[in-house]
């Protein structure tokens, strides 16, 4: 890593690195199954709205990897 990255950069790269296979692999699961998705409401949260925020946040990312 280069002395650029922020400690939040790090941070995020070092979860991905320990879990980026496990979370790709339950998501392919979900995209698979092919059923409609409920998700529980809980106050104050959206979570549809979350995964969303993720979704840009996570392409973001991406554009600015070299």
């Known amino acids: 890593m ?3 990255n922020t400690p939040h950069l790090r941070s995020f790269l070092q979860m991905w690195m320990m879990s980026g296979g496990i ?3 339950t998501v392919e699961g ?3 199954d092919g059923r409609g998705i409920e998700l529980p ?3 104050g949260r959206d979570f549809k709205q979350e995964l ?3 979704s ?3 392409n973001q990312i991406i554009s600015r990897i070299e």
């Open 23 to 25: 979370v790709i692999s």
């Open 30 to 32: 979900v995209v698979n």
């Open 52 to 54: 969303v925020q993720l």
């Open 2 to 4: 280069s002395i650029e």
């Open 56 to 58: 840009e946040l996570i």
């Open 41 to 43: 409401e809980i106050p």
